[in-house]
Nanobody, 114 residues
Framework: VQLQASGGGLVQAGGSLRLSCAAS????????MGWYRQAPGKQRLLVAR???????NYADSVKGRFTISRDNRENTVYLQMNSLKPEDTAVYYC?????????WGQGTLVTVSS
């Protein structure tokens, strides 16, 4: 399985971005897809995740502002980020999980200016 993340960039506070993560390979094995982020000098933390059935979980810091969605036919997971804040600045990574293994995509940088 390969994961390709895209959609990062520079945005002003209050703005929006949409991240995409396209999966290829044995994508039928992927159950949970998620987005994580890592700010400079900090740990990589969960932002949001979604199961193959559509159940979602969000970090408290992004609830009400971010929405994760998944297109199983296109093997793509999205993260719609609204009302962005400077503290959302980080490298965002997508992750796909099967029963036996986790897969990580390369990061995409999101920078929110104040």
């Amino acid at each position: 399985v390969q994961l390709q993340a895209s959609g990062g960039g520079l945005v002003q506070a209050g703005g929006s971005l949409r991240l995409s993560c396209a999966a290829s390979g044995s994508t039928s094995t992927l159950d949970v897809m998620g987005w994580y982020r890592q700010a400079p000098g900090k740990q990589r933390l969960l932002v949001a995740r979604i199961t193959s059935g559509g159940s979602t979980n969000y970090a408290d810091s992004v609830k009400g502002r971010f929405t994760i969605s998944r297109d199983n036919r296109e093997n793509t997971v999205y993260l719609q980020m609204n009302s962005l804040k400077p503290e959302d600045t980080a490298v965002y990574y997508c992750k796909g999980s099967s029963w036996i293994k986790d897969y990580w995509g390369q990061g995409t940088l999101v920078t929110v200016s104040s």
